[in-house]
């Protein structure tokens, strides 16, 4: 776990103390097509330095193309891209930032040891391969061949490429995609041991809890556009009068009684089958209300729950409920 | 608190020596090739057994000294199995499986990676000559040594026509496709590309395999320099091919 950081800058107008402080990946206006589709659509964002950036969005909201133009992969269409202060995929740059591709990539044949011990002589000054495996979990696969490693065990491997040359900045595109509960925890402490160290994150998720445990900021994308950005706490900041209380109960109960019984302001509706929401300024009145209506209804309110919102209410509120082709 | 201690990964960013960068690399193309046992076949046992063949079996046509001439188109051979079947097979599925982004992710220059390959590859050329050149003094063939500077330079500019070709074809397409190619491609010269037999068909005469084959005839047989013709047609593909590949050849 993180330490919370008593030294961020807070947001409310606070200048960093150091004077012009270099963004660590700043884009502006960012387009880019393929064929007669806009896959990113005048994108603005601007990392600071030693933070950690999370790109949310659901699938083909145009995250990977967003980050693979900042890694020099593809070329923008249009708009302007610099990272630490350089053009992306320059010589000078190369060097400087991680990148761990989605899927990850290696020799077919070779051993993940050897692939690692590759991509540290690529570097000045690389951590040390025999380390960063075992740290991995991967000492037991050290020499097994790539294209027999897990998913999973290729995403880890992939990890270790974009952290061995001690980079400033590092790009992971869906870094705990294919992982299991333990290795995706170790992801997410290894995310914070960078921070802690002064190496900027940007990633890409489209896992809620991902972004909200590790991002101090969260860049919300859908159809090549910002949609939404700010901390996990702004995003999920809920006015006193924005919260809900949840339940489930038997599917298709009458709320109209209970929608007349509620204090004004406060709304009810069933979310999906079975799962009832109100929603407005919950106060211990409201909550005996709610019960008090199922009991004349001879229902038992079960996994009652007063929230504010997710950040997957949030997302789901910008990006729509419904899924997409 | 996370269980790292503070300071393990504080940056420390660079890029490394580029001679060792050449070397790691170069030595990772290599011990791969050479730890595939496909390849191993393509580019070793295959050319063996037909040297063996070629300079044993009288009834394939070959001219004298027939061991000699022999030896000097299996030498084709084997440089058109590494160079072009082999690595547009092994780049048809290191594209596949993500390589070659992985490691211009790194800070690998892109000349160094096309140098590391070209590298590679020279390595594994020289190991199949040495290999099938002792074969053949073990059979009788006698190498006039006067030809020994333009046969390494047959060598490596085969090498280079070649490899250029078969990053051409694994470069573009779909592993499986490269597969299939690649083999039938290499099957096709063996058989009528001017390779195992003399093929008097004038526009053989103007394919590489035929033309690299001719060359060394000349150097490994006679110990003498190839001919202008033979030189200018690798030279022509070789550098038509690597154009056409800095163009074509995707990453994934």
């Known amino acids: ?325 | 608190m996370t269980t790292f201690a503070p300071g393990t990964f504080k940056p420390a960013p660079g890029r490394g020596s580029l001679p060792r960068m050449l070397f790691v690399h170069a030595r990772t193309e290599a011990m791969l090739t050479l730890r595939n046992g496909e390849q191993i076949l393509l580019t070793v046992i295959i050319p063996l057994a037909l040297l063996v063949a070629l300079s044993v079996m009288s009834v394939i046509p070959m001219p004298e000294p027939r061991v000699g001439s022999a030896t000097a188109r299996i030498f084709a051979l084997a440089i058109i199995s590494s160079a072009f079947t082999g690595q547009a097979i092994a780049l048809g599925f290191d594209r596949r499986y993500g390589v070659l982004k992985r490691l211009s992710a790194s800070a690998l220059p892109r000349w160094l990676l096309v140098a590391g390959r070209v590298c590679g590859a020279l390595v594994v050329v020289a190991l199949q000559i040495l290999l099938l050149a002792v074969t053949a003094l073990v059979l009788g063939w006698r190498f006039p040594l006067s030809g020994l500077p333009w046969v390494v330079l047959l060598i490596v500019l085969g090498t280079l026509t070649f490899g250029a070709l078969g990053v051409l074809l694994g470069g573009a397409l779909r592993a499986e496709i490269v597969l299939a190619l690649a083999n039938i491609i290499w099957f096709v010269l063996l058989m009528v590309g001017g390779v195992a037999l003399s093929v008097p068909v004038g526009f053989v005469h103007l394919l590489p395999s035929a033309a690299l084959a001719q060359a060394l005839e000349t150097s490994v047989v006679h110990g003498t320099a190839p001919g202008v013709g033979p030189v200018a047609v690798l030279v022509a593909w070789g550098v038509v091919a690597g154009a056409l590949a800095t163009r074509t050849t995707k990453l994934t």
Not at chain 1, 10 to 37: H, I, M, T, W
């Open chain 1, 1 to 325: 776990m993180t330490q919370l950081r008593a030294d961020r800058p807070d947001r409310l107008g606070f200048v960093p103390v150091s004077p012009n402080p270099q963004p660590a990946v700043e884009v502006s206006g960012l387009v880019k097509r393929y064929g007669s589709k806009t896959a990113v659509d005048g994108l603005d964002l601007v990392q600071q330095p030693g933070t950690v950036l999370a790109l949310l969005g659901p699938n083909g909201a145009g995250k990977t193309t967003t980050v693979e133009i900042c890694e020099g992969f593809r070329q923008a269409d249009d708009g302007s891209v610099r990272v630490l202060g350089m053009a992306p995929g320059c010589e000078a740059l190369r060097p400087r930032i991680g990148v761990m591709p989605q899927g990850g990539g290696g020799y077919p044949g070779i051993r993940a040891e050897e692939m690692l011990n590759l991509v540290a002589a690529c570097a000045a000054n690389p951590l040390d391969p025999k380390w960063l495996i075992e740290v991995l979990g991967l000492g037991g696969a050290a020499r097994t061949p790539y294209k027999r490693l897990s998913g999973g065990q290729q995403q880890r491997l992939s990890l270790a490429c974009a952290l061995i040359g001690r980079p400033e900045l590092v790009f992971l595109d869906e870094p705990t995609a294919g992982m299991d509960p333990q290795a995706r925890r170790l992801v997410w402490d290894l995310v914070a041991a960078l921070k802690d160290d002064g190496v900027a994150v940007l990633l890409t998720t489209h896992l809620m809890d991902e972004a909200e445990a590790l991002a101090d900021d969260v860049v919300i994308i859908d159809e090549g556009r910002v949609v939404a950005q700010g901390s996990p706490a702004e995003l999920t900041a809920h006015r006193a009068d924005d919260q809900q209380l949840r339940f489930r109960a038997r599917p298709g109960l009458d709320l109209s009684l209970l929608s007349a019984a509620l204090p004004e302001g406060l709304k009810v509706r069933e979310a999906t089958k079975g799962a009832y929401v109100v929603e407005g300024l919950i106060d211990p009145q409201v909550v005996s209300t709610v019960t008090s209506w199922c009991a004349q209804q001879g229902v038992l309110a079960e996994e009652l729950t007063v929230a504010k919102r997710s950040l997957e209410d949030v997302f789901l509120e910008l990006t729509g409920r419904e899924l997409r082709s």
